[in-house]
Structures are given as structure tokens and as C-alpha cells.
């Protein structure tokens, strides 16, 4: 069993900031990509980052410049730090993962969400 939480969302003004973690636990093995994908309100969910084992990292163009993932594989824990926050960018944040466990089965795992609110 391997799970994935997310925490940090909440309320932002237009161009604040804020920074989501998500742990991961459980029967793990080694974790391989993690990233983050996001839905908003009446939309599909789409990709935001990912971020590899070997720290190698790709971000949705609207993001580019302003969002930076990154991971401490001591800790399993992949961050997204979000700057330059815009109304647009509100959404339920999910955290995502290729897990190996210890039973050496290959995982996608995804977490529950945790939203992100930017008010004008």
C-alpha cells in the first residue's frame, strides 16, 4: 500500500505565493518521476510539472518562470513552490507518482488533491 499526501494549498491573492509538499509512504521501494497535475473547475485535469529521480525537471508553458518543482528523496517528498500566483492558476493540485514497492510492482499513485484559490 502506497500512499500520497498533499498539503499547502489555500488563498492567495494575485501574485502571491505559496508552496505544496506531498509526502509519499508505505511499501516503497524507490520512487521514479513525481510530479503535479491540477484541475480547475469545469476542466480537465492537465499537467503542471514532473520532476525525475535523477532531479531532471518539464513544466506546462504557462507555468514556465513563475512555478519550481523539486524533490528530497530522503524525505519523499516532491515540492511545488508557485510564485507570481494569477486567477487562472486556481485549481485542485495533485500530487503524482511512479512508485517501485517493496514487492516490486510498478505504482502510478496520485494523491487527493489539495486547492488552490487566487482571488483578483
Known amino acids: 500500500q502506497v500512499q500520497l499526501v498533499e498539503s499547502g494549498g489555500g488563498l492567495v491573492q494575485t501574485g502571491g505565493s505559496l508552496r505544496l509538499s506531498c509526502v509519499a509512504s508505505g511499501s516503497i521501494s524507490s520512487i521514479n518521476t513525481m510530479g503535479w497535475y491540477r484541475q480547475a473547475p469545469g476542466k480537465q485535469r492537465e499537467f503542471v510539472a514532473y520532476i525525475t529521480a535523477g532531479g531532471s525537471t518539464e513544466y506546462l508553458d504557462s507555468v514556465k518562470g513563475r512555478f519550481t518543482i523539486s524533490r528530497d528523496n530522503a524525505k519523499r517528498t516532491v515540492y511545488l513552490q508557485m510564485n507570481s500566483l494569477i486567477p487562472e492558476d486556481t485549481a485542485v493540485y495533485y500530487c503524482?507518482?511512479?512508485?517501485?514497492?517493496?514487492?516490486?510492482?510498478?505504482?502510478?499513485?496520485w494523491g487527493q488533491g489539495t486547492l488552490v484559490t487566487v482571488s483578483s
Open positions: 503524482n507518482a511512479e512508485v517501485r514497492t517493496t514487492g516490486d510492482t510498478i505504482l502510478i499513485v
